[in-house]
């Protein structure tokens, strides 16, 4: 009776097991495939958000090129099998791009990713996309490497390498402009508040009034920024439209963000003066900084756009 039973209950339990084998498979299937959709979808979203950002930076310096050329290189750029499909490149503003990147195969040139295990359950292939959206413009706020404001009487895109002083230098930059509400803005630059306290950068926005840190030197926090590897960086730093108090009492009205290629500075106790370069020097008496006003694209995040157009362009994704 014992081997009757056993003989009879095989037959079930190879049923068991192969239903189990399917349920396995399919476990397999969702692990496997799922998984390499989910690593292919990451280099897409790669792709997508690297050509984004190229082609805005493009159109930021004033020529968007060739999109589909740009997308292509840094599509491929980003797949391990250097291969993407750009399916789509469209400019929903003026002044934003937005790029969609479907499977390629790198060898096969396919246009979906072949499954290893989902085969078994009908499913051969699948295509995934990615999509990013990239925007440019004038910046309206974000961090100051250096919370320094300069003189509008300062600010010349065309004016090539110059020595910018601190106000209230004895020699002093030669120039003065007069602002909205009357006040005469001397020119130069003045540090801010915000480079007081353990940190040198601050948050600033245009059309509000920051107090001044008065006097020549170096504030404190902002002495490890100054070193000679910010020579021939370019930083994003704010203009200054209107004024009011002075000294210690002095506020200054920010109306809009200019890209400032540093090539040197000359401060009490803190001298780079980058004397092998040619052009106007710091000397003397001068305390001050010595660069140019450059057309420039940051991809710095950190900034939100909306300024006046003063030759900084920011560029950032959106989506």
Request: glycine share 12%; net charge neutral; aromatic share 6%.
């Amino acid at each position: 009776m014992i081997h009757r039973v056993w003989r009879e209950t095989r037959g079930g339990i190879s049923v068991i097991v192969a239903l189990s084998l399917v349920v396995l498979l399919g476990a397999a299937a969702i692990v496997i495939d799922v998984g390499a959709m989910y690593a292919e979808r990451a280099e897409l979203q790669n792709g997508s958000d690297a050509a984004a950002l190229a082609i805005a930076q493009n159109c930021a310096a004033g020529s968007c090129g060739s999109p589909s050329t740009t997308a292509q290189t840094f599509a491929n750029s980003n797949a391990k099998d250097s291969a993407a499909n750009v399916a789509s490149i469209a400019f929903p503003t003026t002044a934003s791009v937005r790029v969609q990147l479907s499977t390629r195969d790198g060898t096969s040139g396919a246009g979906a990713l072949a499954l290893s295990l989902a085969p078994l359950l009908g499913v051969d292939s699948e295509t995934v996309s990615a999509t990013s959206t990239a925007a440019w413009g004038s910046p309206a706020g974000g961090p100051a490497i250096l919370p320094l404001a300069f003189a509008p009487c300062v600010f010349n895109l065309s004016g090539g390498r110059q020595v910018i002083e601190t106000h209230g230098n004895t020699s002093g930059t030669n120039c003065t402009s007069t602002s909205p509400s009357g006040a005469t803005l001397p020119g130069g630059f003045s540090w801010l508040s915000g480079s007081t306290g353990t940190t040198c950068s601050a948050n600033l926005t245009i059309n509000t009034w920051v107090p001044s840190s008065p006097g020549a030197s170096v504030p404190s926090a902002c002495s490890s920024i100054l070193v000679p590897s910010l020579v021939g960086e370019t930083v994003l730093l704010p203009i200054y439209g209107d004024k009011t108090g002075t000294g210690s009492g002095a506020s200054y009205r920010l109306t809009g963000w200019a890209a400032f290629r540093i090539y040197g500075w000359r401060f009490p106790s803190n001298d780079m003066n980058n004397n092998t370069a040619a052009g106007p020097k710091c000397v003397g008496n001068c305390n001050g900084i010595i660069g140019e006003f450059v057309r420039f694209a940051s991809l710095d995040e950190g900034f939100t756009l909306g300024g006046p157009n003063m030759g900084a362009t920011v560029v950032s994704l959106t989506e």
